[in-house]
């Protein structure tokens, strides 16, 4: 997911690893000026950690619909 902010200390791109529960497996954050974060099983980096609950349906529904029925690649 990329977000449009102006904060420079909060990550602007997520690429985020969901399994079959909607648990975050694997996450990598990229802030900008070049640094990145990632986390998977008990390792964290950067600041970088898995979500503490499942992803909600509506939230993975909302991205599944809008790669479904649009002609854009996952934002």
Do not use: Q
Request: hydrophobic residues 35%.
């Amino acid at each position: 997911m990329k977000w449009h902010h102006e904060d420079l200390d909060h990550s602007n791109l997520i690429y985020s690893e969901i399994d079959e529960e909607r648990w975050e497996a694997r996450k990598l954050e990229f802030v900008p000026g070049d640094k990145v974060g990632c986390a998977y099983d008990d390792v964290e980096v950067g600041g970088t950690g898995l979500g503490l609950e499942p992803i909600p349906w509506d939230f993975i529904a909302l991205f599944v619909g809008y790669y479904r029925y649009s002609n854009h690649d996952w934002v």
